[in-house]
C-alpha cells in the first residue's frame, strides 16, 4: 500500500511566546536587569507583559503561577494561552501580517532568514554582555541560532540527544536477556518479545518493536544513527550529501524492514500514532520504545494501572555494525526567540525587553517556571527537586509555564529534578552520556533557496520511499528511483545551494 499523505505542518513553530514592550517606552522600573526587586516604600510603575502561548493541555492553566511570576517581576502579565489544534494557523496569522509581538518564538528558516536579512528583525548579538544570565547561554547553541555570522535570537535549550530504548525489563529477565549492546542484540531481544511469551500467559500476543508514523522521532531515524547514517546531510567525497544518498541509511531500512516482515514490530507502523504506539507499550502489547528515553515515566505510569508487575528499564548505547555508538543530536534547543522591529521600535525599549528575558533566565523564576513553588509543587532534598506525587496538579499548575524557560540547567542555575522511579533518573544520566556520542546536522546554519521553497514537497518524496521500501512496496531501484526524481524535482539544485552556502562559510 502507498503511506497517506502525512499532515503538513506550518514552518513556522509549534509555539509562540509573545512579550509586548511598555507602549510608552519606558524602562522596567519594576526589576533591574539583574531581577533584583524595587526598595520597600519606594513606588514603582508595573508594566504590562502580554504573552501568546500554545495549550498543550485540556483547560487553561490554573493562574497561581501566574500571580506569584507577577509579584516576583513586578509586572502585570496577560498570557492568551492558543489550543495546540489552531496554533500554527495563528502564528502563520501574525507572521503573514506583521502582528508579531517583541518576543516571538519563530523556527529560523529559509522565510524567516530573508526576513532577518531584510531588517525586520532586531540583533541582539551587541547588548547580550550587559546582562549577566543572557550572556551565560551556551556559545555552541547560539552558534546554531546565527545568521550570516550574527545573533537575532535566544533560546530554550534541550540535551543534545534523548535518543535510546525504553524495555520491559520484566520480560527481559523472565527470557534471561540483558540490555542489547548492538544491533544485532537488539534484533534478537524483538525476536525473542515477539515468540518467546515474555508475558507468560501461554497466548502469541506480543511484538518486539511498537512504532509510529514519524521517521524523526519515531524508531527510524535512531536506528538510522547507530548504523552510522549522517544527521539528515554529512559529508561523502567531500562534498555535502543527503544522508538518504549513504548506504548505512540503505541498512537501517533493512534492518526495519526485516523486523516488520518477521513480525517482530507492529505492520502499520506507517500510519500508526504516537498515542497508539505509546499504548501498545503500556497495555503489555509490545516490550520496546525507540525514541527520547524520558518516555520511560510516562510508560510506567499508564502500564503499572494495568499490570502492577510491569517494569521498565532504559539504555542509550546500541552499537553499530561497524562496533562505533553514534546516536543524532538535535541543535540543543527547543524553541528560539525573535525580536521584530515592527513591535519593538526603539533600542530603548528592546534593551527593556531583554531585560525582561533576563529576569526569567534568573535561578528563582527558572525553578518557577520548571518545578512551580517549592513546598507546595516540589520539594528540595540533597540539593535537587523532587516533585509532589500528585501530577495532575503539576499538570494544570506548573507544566504550562515550563515552555517558558529560558537556557538550561547548565546556564540558568535552575535545580536539577529526581524522581521516586529511578529508570527516570538513569534517562537523564544517559542524556549527557549521549553527548560524547552525538552527530550533529552540518546544514543547521547554511541556506538553499531551493529548500526554503520545496523542503515539504522534496522530504515527502523521500519519507514515502522510506516507508514504503520498509514495507516492501519499493526495492533498491525502486528507491534509487524515487532519490533520482528527488534530485530532478530541486534536489541536485538543493546539493549545489548547501555546498556553496559552505564554502561560502568556511573559505
Known amino acids: 500500500m502507498s503511506r497517506p499523505k502525512q499532515m503538513m505542518i506550518g514552518s513556522l513553530a509549534l509555539m509562540l511566546t509573545l512579550v509586548t514592550a511598555c507602549s510608552d ?16 516604600g519606594v513606588k514603582e510603575e508595573r508594566p504590562t507583559i502580554s504573552f501568546m502561548s500554545i495549550l498543550q493541555t485540556a483547560e487553561t492553566p490554573d493562574p497561581k503561577l501566574e500571580q506569584a511570576l507577577e509579584e516576583r517581576l513586578n509586572v502585570n502579565l496577560e498570557i492568551q494561552w492558543v489550543p495546540a489544534a489552531t496554533y500554527v494557523d495563528r502564528l502563520n496569522a501574525a507572521f503573514a501580517t506583521g502582528n508579531l509581538p517583541a518576543v516571538s518564538s519563530i523556527t529560523l528558516d529559509g522565510p524567516i532568514k530573508e526576513a532577518i536579512r531584510d531588517g525586520q528583525f532586531w540583533e541582539i548579538g551587541p547588548y547580550l554582555e550587559r546582562f549577566e544570565n543572557l550572556s551565560k547561554l551556551k556559545e555552541e547553541v547560539m552558534g546554531n541560532l546565527k545568521v550570516d555570522g550574527k545573533t537575532y535570537a535566544l533560546y530554550q535549550g534541550r540535551p543534545l540527544s534523548r535518543q535510546g530504548i525504553v524495555y520491559r525489563k520484566d520480560w527481559a529477565d523472565k527470557l534471561g536477556l540483558a540490555a542489547p549492546s548492538n544491533t544485532e542484540e537488539l534484533f534478537q531481544m524483538l525476536k525473542q518479545f515477539t515468540e518467546g511469551d515474555p508475558d507468560g500467559n501461554g497466548v502469541n500476543d506480543t511484538i518486539g518493536l511498537a512504532d509510529r508514523d514519524d521517521l524523526t522521532f519515531g524508531a527510524f531515524k535512531t536506528v538510522a544513527s547507530w548504523f552510522g547514517a549522517p544527521n539528515e546531510w554529512g ?9 538518504f544518498m549513504f548506504p548505512e541509511y540503505q541498512q537501517a531500512m533493512d534492518y526495519m524492514k526485516d523486523l516488520r516482515s518477521n513480525g517482530y514490530m507492529n505492520k502499520d507502523f506507517p500510519v500508526t500514532s504516537k498515542v497508539d504506539q505509546l499504548n501498545m507499550v503500556t497495555n503489555g502489547t509490545a516490550g520496546v520504545y525507540v525514541g527520547c528515553m524520558c518516555a520511560v515515566q510516562q510508560l510506567y505510569n499508564d502500564a503499572v494501572k494495568l499490570n502492577p508487575k510491569a517494569e521498565f528499564e532504559v539504555f542509550n548505547q546500541i552499537k553499530g555494525p561497524s562496533g562505533e555508538y553514534t546516536v543524532w543530536a538535535i541543535n540543543g534547543y527547543n524553541y528560539s526567540y525573535l525580536f521584530p522591529k515592527s513591535a519593538i521600535k526603539t533600542e530603548e525599549e528592546m534593551l527593556q525587553v531583554l531585560s525582561f528575558m533576563n529576569q526569567l533566565m534568573s535561578e528563582e523564576i527558572s525553578n518557577l517556571l520548571i518545578w512551580g513553588m517549592e513546598g507546595e509543587h516540589y520539594n528540595v532534598v540533597d540539593g535537587v527537586a523532587v516533585p509532589i506525587e500528585d501530577q495532575a496538579k503539576i ?23 529526581t524522581s521516586s522511579y529511578e529508570p527516570a533518573n538513569k534517562a537523564m544520566a544517559l542524556f549527557a552520556d549521549n553527548d560524547q556520542y552525538v552527530v550533529s546536522d552540518p546544514t543547521i546554519t547554511l541556506d538553499s533557496d531551493t529548500l526554503t521553497l520545496n523542503r515539504d514537497r522534496l522530504r515527502q518524496i523521500i519519507n514515502d520511499a522510506t516507508f514504503n521500501y520498509m514495507l516492501g512496496e519499493l526495492d533498491e531501484a525502486g528507491f534509487q528511483a524515487e532519490i533520482d526524481r528527488w534530485s530532478r524535482e530541486g534536489g541536485s539544485k538543493a546539493i549545489e545551494e548547501l555546498n556553496a552556502s559552505y564554502q561560502a562559510a568556511n573559505p
Open 395 to 417: 499538570d494544570r499548575e506548573v507544566y504550562p509555564y515550563m515552555f517558558f524557560e529560558l537556557g538550561e540547567p547548565e546556564t540558568n542555575g535552575r535545580l536539577s529534578g
Open 235 to 243: 559529508f561523502k567525497d567531500g562534498e555535502l550529501t543527503p544522508a
Open 25 to 40: 517606552g519606558s524602562t522596567d522600573k519594576g526589576t533591574s536587569s539583574e531581577g533584583t526587586t524595587p526598595k520597600a
